[in-house]
């Protein structure tokens, strides 16, 4: 098994964990129901793309 060969520094530790931020997801609202909806998805309340309605959901 490789091994390394030095220890890493704790600037090197710890410049590598400036990425592990836990991020919440990008949510936007939908403009016919104004739901939060996340981009570059069918809004799940109405079924709504782009501003038209191409799902039709369950709940009218
Ligand atoms: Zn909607």
Do not use: F, N
């Not at 060969?5 to 530790?13: E, F, L, T, V």
């Not at 836990?22 to 109405?46: F, I, N, S, W, Y």
């Amino acid at each position: 098994m490789a091994v390394p060969k030095k220890k890493k520094s704790k600037a090197k530790r710890d410049s590598r964990r400036t990425h592990d931020v836990a991020k919440l997801p990008k949510v936007t609202t939908c403009p016919q129901c104004h739901e939060p909806v996340l981009p570059h998805h069918v809004c799940p309340e109405c079924g709504a793309y782009k501003g038209r309605t191409i799902i039709k959901t369950e709940e009218s």
